[in-house]
């Protein structure tokens, strides 16, 4: 690498493009792919709980008529496509070994193999980082962030990109609070002081809750946003 | 760390759009990097260092910051 003092005597080519702009002529063909279907990018870190609220969501949102499908990543393995066949939807593993991200082509190729001919709603499970998957428009609708109380209320400032990029942000795992210091109010504080405009739903999904029950684990509200951006794309 | 696959996406960017004929060396590339775009610069710089590619071997990187999240390649110093 050259030191900056050393004179440089080359031509100059003003260049003023994204610098990603491959990347982002690949999410705008998956985004024709995607059609009528909405989409969201789910980004979090490691663990706090993406697949578990797709198994709490998808029996519901099945229940009300409509169509999910998956695309799951992962660094190795395709256990988190497994959890998902057992709720008999649509869904696909990228499975990226090493990659710390989905970028628009492994999803370009995933739609390729996943049957989504009838689906109104796909769900992109990204790999388990909170920053590196921040910088890859893979051509979805929306990105959703994951934190669950655990990581603590600190990480909107430490690691803002998902935050600012995201649209939603949904606080997992309260049921944990009794446990933590972590506050909730703090997180959204933190949160906003990020991106104003985030849409903040509260929720946790144990597993052994009867699927349907939704009254007190804060999954409701989300469901309905979603099932709000569903009808408005299709009818768009 | 996703730099690695940013840098390789800037030479992508930059030859698709055949900035690259003829250059035999990239001297200085600079770069606007949005406050939340999610890039470490030292991790790019990292990655360019150690891209399989002659023409980026000596190459410096020149950082601009705004409070964006987009990463755009303004200009290029080529020979
Ligand atoms: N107590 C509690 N545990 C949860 C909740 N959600 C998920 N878990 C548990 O947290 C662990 C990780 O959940 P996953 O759903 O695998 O998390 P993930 O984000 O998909 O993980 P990766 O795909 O590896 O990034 C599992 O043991 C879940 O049972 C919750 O709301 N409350
Ligand atoms: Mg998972």
Same mark, same amino acid.
């Given at each position: 690498? =050259?030191?900056?003092?050393?004179r440089?005597? $080359?031509?100059?080519?003003?260049?003023?493009?994204?610098?990603?702009?491959?990347?982002?002529?690949?999410?705008?063909?998956?985004?024709? =792919?995607? $059609?009528?279907? %909405?989409?969201?990018? !789910? =980004?979090?870190?490691?663990?706090? $709980?993406?697949?578990?609220?797709?198994?709490?969501?998808?029996?519901?949102?099945?229940?009300?008529?409509?169509?999910p499908?998956?695309?799951?990543?992962?660094?190795?393995?395709?256990?988190?496509?497994?959890r998902?066949?057992?709720?008999?939807?649509?869904?696909?593993?990228? /499975?990226? +070994?090493?990659?710390?991200?989905?970028?628009?082509?492994?999803?370009?190729?995933?739609?390729? +193999?996943? +049957?989504?001919?009838?689906?109104?709603?796909? %769900?992109?499970?990204?790999?388990?980082?909170?920053?590196?998957?921040?910088?890859?428009?893979?051509?979805?609708?929306?990105?959703? /962030?994951?934190?669950?109380?655990?990581?603590?209320?600190?990480?909107?400032?430490?690691?803002?990109?998902? !935050?600012?990029?995201?649209k939603?942000?949904?606080?997992?795992?309260?049921?944990? =609070?009794?446990?933590?210091?972590?506050?909730?109010?703090?997180?959204?504080?933190?949160?906003?002081?990020v991106?104003?405009?985030?849409?903040i739903?509260e929720?946790?999904?144990?597993?052994?809750?009867?699927? $349907? +029950?939704?009254?007190?684990?804060?999954?409701?509200? !989300?469901?309905?946003?979603?099932?709000?951006?569903?009808?408005?794309?299709?009818?768009k | 760390?996703?730099?690695?696959?940013?840098?390789?996406?800037?030479?992508?960017?930059l030859?698709k759009?055949?900035y690259?004929?003829? *250059?035999?060396? *990239?001297?200085?590339?600079?770069?606007?990097?949005?406050?939340?775009?999610? *890039?470490?610069?030292?991790?790019?710089?990292?990655?360019? #260092?150690?891209?399989?590619?002659?023409?980026?071997?000596? *190459?410096?990187?020149?950082?601009?910051?705004?409070?964006?999240?987009?990463?755009?390649? #303004?200009?290029?110093?080529v020979?």
């Amino acid at each position: 690498m =050259l030191n900056s003092s050393r004179r440089r005597v $080359g031509r100059s080519l003003s260049i003023q493009r994204n610098a990603l702009e491959t990347n982002e002529a690949i999410a705008n063909k998956n985004k024709r =792919l995607f $059609g009528k279907a %909405f989409v969201i990018n !789910f =980004l979090s870190s490691p663990g706090s $709980g993406k697949t578990s609220l797709l198994e709490s969501i998808v029996p519901i949102l099945k229940s009300d008529g409509f169509k999910p499908a998956v695309i799951e990543g992962d660094v190795e393995t395709d256990l988190d496509k497994k959890r998902i066949d057992e709720l008999d939807i649509p869904a696909y593993q990228i /499975v990226t +070994n090493g990659t710390c991200h989905l970028d628009a082509k492994m999803v370009n190729g995933a739609l390729n +193999n996943l +049957n989504r001919k009838d689906a109104d709603i796909i %769900f992109i499970e990204n790999v388990g980082n909170l920053v590196c998957p921040t910088s890859f428009n893979l051509g979805e609708d929306i990105k959703a /962030v994951v934190l669950s109380v655990t990581e603590g209320d600190d990480k909107p400032l430490k690691y803002p990109a998902a !935050f600012y990029k995201s649209k939603v942000m949904i606080i997992n795992k309260i049921d944990l =609070l009794p446990f933590l210091d972590s506050s909730i109010t703090k997180i959204k504080e933190n949160a906003l002081s990020v991106n104003k405009d985030l849409a903040i739903f509260e929720t946790f999904c144990k597993k052994n809750e009867k699927a $349907g +029950n939704i009254e007190n684990n804060g999954l409701s509200d !989300f469901i309905s946003f979603m099932e709000n951006n569903i009808n408005s794309k299709v009818s768009k | 760390m996703h730099e690695f696959s940013i840098a390789l996406e800037i030479v992508d960017t930059l030859q698709k759009n055949e900035y690259l004929e003829g *250059v035999k060396s *990239v001297d200085e590339i600079k770069l606007n990097i949005g406050k939340y775009s999610g *890039v470490d610069k030292n991790y790019l710089i990292f990655a360019f #260092q150690n891209l399989d590619d002659e023409r980026f071997k000596d *190459v410096l990187l020149n950082f601009i910051s705004n409070d964006g999240d987009e990463i755009t390649i #303004q200009e290029i110093l080529v020979d």
